[in-house]
């Protein structure tokens, strides 16, 4: 495996550990983790610090009420946990993603884009951001475009390359406005990426930014 060069920054990684990120950016700090180990290190030890700050915490008094409900709580997920089917692990797709891939890329029901990209929508975030995977095929590139919010782009296969450098399977990647660039992946083999966008791409280009009001309309 190729040597991950771009990271989250600190700021993503201890908002991640304090749980305080939305879920659209936590899945994509996830998958990175399980392929770095340099980040995963600074998340066990920003785990570890928050732990040692609530312990110094002076517990408050909780009602009779709520410790009634999160005992109610509790029994109720153990009998969710118990009559959850077995899960099938995949192993080439990282952890976070499994409860929305189940079965591994190739049997996913791609949406073709364009003749160089597919992509396959997984959910979408309470704050409106879009989380999907991107095909892109060996060579191929979704044309220049910039951003109408922030992206956040993890390479799960393969690599692509655009006027910034070269990308490998785990890079972290994001986005935003101020940039504009040309993805191209690499020739030898497809990419498949986590794309979280918070708002739509936009292409620069003399014919395909005619396509920009349809890409507005497919997003929302």
């Known amino acids: ?29 996830s998958s990175h983790l399980e392929r770095c180990a340099a980040c995963h290190q600074k998340v066990q030890r920003l785990n570890g610090l928050g732990s040692e700050l609530m312990q110094q915490l002076k517990p408050s008094p909780a009602s009779s009420e709520l410790k009634e409900r999160m005992i109610n709580r509790l029994d109720i997920l153990t009998q969710e946990t118990h009559a959850r089917p077995q899960e099938t692990h995949v192993s080439s797709v990282p952890r976070c993603l499994q409860q929305f891939i189940q079965t591994g890329y190739d049997k ?40 109408m919010g ?45 794309a979280v966008t918070e708002g739509p791409i936009q292409f620069t280009g003399f014919f395909s930014r005619l396509l920009n009001p349809f890409v507005r309309r497919s997003y929302t």
């Open 1 to 29: 495996m190729e040597k991950i060069l771009t990271h989250p920054v600190d700021e993503l990684l201890a908002s991640f550990s304090a749980a305080s990120l939305p879920l659209s950016q936590a899945l994509c700090i």
């Open 150 to 194: 922030d992206e956040y782009t993890v390479i799960l296969e393969g690599s692509f390359s655009d006027e910034t450098g070269l990308y490998h399977q785990g890079d972290f990647l994001v986005r935003d406005a101020r940039h504009k660039h040309t993805p191209v992946a690499s020739q030898d083999r497809e990419c498949i990426c986590l």
């Open 108 to 147: 996913l029901p791609w949406r073709r884009v364009s003749p160089d990209i597919h992509n396959y929508e997984l959910c979408r975030d309470s704050n409106g951001a879009k989380v999907e995977l991107l095909r892109i095929k060996a060579g191929g590139s979704p044309t220049t475009h910039t951003h």
